[in-house]
């Protein structure tokens, strides 16, 4: 799962970079991205995430932002960077501080809110919000050249309602402020409130959404140990919010902030969130993902379960990385990283005792065309796989003879049966000979 990007320059990157493949969690693997605000505009989805570096520190080093798009939440693009601290006139850029970002669009101009440590602050270090101009979603972003007037905090959260006004969402001292904005987008229409009525405990990342009428205020919360994600419902976007619950429970791995947004896109929605995929000994240096969400009659949401499967489909002639699995044998199956010095290469599949399987949903084989299936694996002896579809016990696809090579090679195998539209793929062991799965590509 490799990602080539042509140079970047600056902000006027356009539509410079190459478009990965990454039908999966996570959806970026070539760099550390976090806290994703995504939106739909002109039908595809624009996602701006922070982006964490490692600078040797033991703390959150954000230097720029990138923004990334797509049209099937299957392929990213990367439009490289659009805004840097360095050319931010307020920006104190000696303290890596370019913290979660979000962006909306009002009339035909994109504005791109982002905290950061602003210069000439005495004393206080508290962080401040900034906005910056674009006409175009993938920048090239202007920032103004001071902070907003009275908005201290990070995260912001920008949402305008149906009649045309906007508000303002942001973070600070633990808690949850809101403000309507005025017509210019880049100063605030009423004083700072605080959200009340919520749990207590640590609350950041405030992100607001309507549905049905319905003002959905989502956020962050530390119940126990790390950060969940948490919702309430008001009839206004200012509120009273009655809390509801968790849409997403604390991090499996430990990642100890979670950051969110939700959006409809193409009838279904969504939660993008970020964990520690790439990065697991370092919780600083985050991956963003996306999985689908479902709201119940009554408009609450149901909770969602982080995949590795991610979203959207797989082409059948894409590499299929059946480590980002949807679902597991009990005992026989392992994932491990390619080459734990190089995360960012991914992760491969050990299948190690006969009847260990893995299956990977959502491959769309198109219209009859694939004919073998191409397999990179090493094997230290000779034995065999099945490829079955829909299920584990569903028609085999190809029976494939593993030849023995302790090197990574492609093996390639015809098919007995041609399978055509979308289907689960299942990759069963057939011998108690262990092997190690890269990818499966169909062609
Ligand atoms: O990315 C830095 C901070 O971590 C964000 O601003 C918070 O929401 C948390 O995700």
Excluded at 20 to 43: C, E, H, W, Y
Aim: aromatic letters at 14%; a negative charge.
């Amino acid at each position: 799962m490799k990602i080539a990007c042509f140079h970047v320059i600056g902000s006027l990157c356009l539509w410079l970079c190459f478009t990965g493949t990454f039908a999966q969690n996570p959806l970026i693997m070539d760099q550390f991205t976090a806290d994703p605000s995504a939106r739909v505009f002109k039908d595809r989805v624009y996602m701006y995430p922070s982006h964490d570096e490692n600078c040797g520190t033991d703390w959150f080093c954000m230097k720029d932002y990138h923004v990334f798009s797509s049209q099937n939440l299957t392929d990213w693009t990367d439009h490289g960077v659009i805004i840097s601290q360095g050319t931010v006139p307020w920006v104190d850029s000696t303290f890596n501080s370019l913290w979660a970002p979000d962006c909306i669009k009002k009339d035909s101009l994109y504005y791109f809110y982002f905290p950061a440590i602003t210069r000439n602050q005495s004393k206080r270090r508290m962080p401040q919000i900034g906005v910056a101009v674009s006409n175009y979603p993938y920048g090239p972003f202007k920032p103004e050249p001071e902070p907003m007037n009275g908005v201290f905090g990070i995260d912001p959260n920008p949402f305008i309602d149906k009649d045309g006004q906007a508000y303002l969402y942001w973070a600070a001292h633990r808690c949850l402020y809101m403000a309507r904005l005025k017509e210019n987008m880049k100063e605030l229409a009423s004083e700072p409130k605080e959200v009340k009525n919520l749990p207590s405990g640590f609350k950041e990342g405030p992100y607001l959404f309507e549905r049905n009428g319905s003002y959905y205020f989502s956020f962050p919360h530390v119940i126990k140990k790390t950060e969940a994600i948490v919702y309430a419902i008001g009839k206004n976007p200012m509120g009273p919010f009655e809390y509801k619950g968790i849409i997403m429970d604390e991090s499996p791995t430990g990642c100890w902030t979670n950051h969110h947004s939700i959006l409809e896109y193409q009838g279904h929605w969504y939660l993008f969130y970020h964990h520690n995929d790439l990065s697991p000994d370092f919780d600083k240096n985050r991956s963003v993902r996306a999985d689908s969400l479902f709201f119940n009659e009554d408009g609450t949401i149901q909770k969602v379960i982080p995949t590795l499967r991610g979203v959207g489909l797989t082409s059948a002639m894409q590499k299929i990385q059946i480590d980002r699995f949807s679902k597991i044998s009990d005992k026989g199956t392992l994932i491990r990283f390619l080459d734990e010095q190089n995360k960012m290469d991914g992760w491969k599949t050990i299948l190690n005792v006969k009847g260990a399987w893995i299956q990977y949903n959502s491959v769309d084989f198109g219209d009859q065309k694939v004919k073998s299936a191409n397999i990179k694996i090493i094997s230290e002896k000779t034995g065999h796989i099945e490829l079955r579809i829909d299920d584990v016990e569903g028609p085999v696809v190809a029976h494939i003879k593993i030849t023995q090579d302790e090197d990574w090679h492609i093996i390639n195998s015809a098919l007995d049966i041609v399978p055509a539209g979308i289907h689960d793929l299942v990759v069963v062991q057939e011998s108690d000979v262990p092997v190690e799965i890269d990818w499966i590509r169909f062609e």
